[in-house]
Nanobody, 115 residues
Framework: QVQLVESGGGLVQAGGSLRLTCAASGTLNRVNAMAWYRQAPGKQRELVATATSGGSTNYADSVKGRFTISRDNAKTTVYLQMNSLKPEDTAVYYC?????????WGQGTQVTVSS
């Protein structure tokens, strides 16, 4: 079992920055990828960024060049640095951890970008 707790969301003006943090605990030895998803009201959940245990990262086209995903050396925490935020980035952001065929989800943190 893996438990995930997100923090760092909030209200920010367009053009501003936020850093989301996801702290993982539990049985982490076989977690092979962590990711951030987001879901805006009335929209489908969207994959924002992924970081594998091998160090590779991938981003949605909508956030490339603005968002950066990173993991600490112990691989127990994953971050999402969000710069140049836009109103369309407003959503609940979820952290996930993939372990084998199981994906664990955090409870989400709200990010609101005002214009």
């Amino acid at each position: 079992q893996v438990q995930l707790v997100e923090s760092g969301g909030g209200l920010v003006q367009a053009g501003g920055s936020l850093r989301l943090t996801c702290a993982a605990s539990g049985t982490l030895n076989r977690v092979n990828a962590m990711a951030w998803y987001r879901q805006a009201p009335g929209k489908q959940r969207e994959l924002v960024a992924t970081a594998t245990s091998g160090g590779s990262t991938n981003y949605a086209d909508s956030v490339k060049g603005r968002f950066t995903i990173s993991r600490d050396n112990a691989k127990t925490t994953v971050y999402l640095q969000m710069n140049s935020l836009k109103p369309e980035d407003t959503a609940v952001y979820y952290c996930t951890a993939k372990q084998g065929i199981t994906t664990y989800w955090g409870q989400g943190t709200q990010v609101t970008v005002s214009s």
